[in-house]
């Protein structure tokens, strides 16, 4: 099993400047892929960020490309979502997330590890 623990959520105003942590332990050796997602109100869960294990492959979604940078610190089990330029509709739970497949090429319902989730919220 792998516990994954997010942080740094909290309120910002928009052109503002936030940065998520998330923290795995237990068998990290299944977290080789590491992923954000988030989840506003009313709305499906969708893919924010993601990043491989390995050559730090990265992937985001167009509505954070230049906004967000999604980066991990292997020695620490650690991945950080550094958000920038912040837009109110970025507001939304952000939860990461694990698997040993390439999280981008799975359905969010498949994949295997999420954290509790933090709230990010973003006032105009």
């Known amino acids: 099993q792998v516990q994954l623990a997010e942080s740094g959520g909290g309120l910002v105003q928009a052109g503002g400047s936030l940065m998520l942590s998330c923290a795995a332990s237990?068998?990290?050796?299944?977290?080789?892929?590491m992923a954000w997602f988030r989840q506003a109100p009313g709305k499906e869960r969708e893919l924010v960020a993601a990043i491989s294990r390995f050559l730090g492959i990265t992937f985001y979604a167009e509505s954070v490309k230049g906004r967000f940078t999604i980066s991990r610190d292997n020695a620490k089990n650690t991945v950080y979502l550094q958000m920038n330029s912040l837009k109110p509709e970025d507001t939304a739970v952000y939860y990461c997330?694990?698997?040993?497949?390439?999280?981008?090429?799975?359905?969010?319902?498949?994949?295997?590890?999420w954290g509790q989730g933090t709230q990010v919220t973003v006032s105009s």
């Open positions: 237990g068998r990290t050796g299944s977290a080789s892929n």
């Open positions: 997330a694990a698997d040993q497949i390439w999280i981008p090429s799975r359905r969010y319902g498949d994949v295997t590890y």
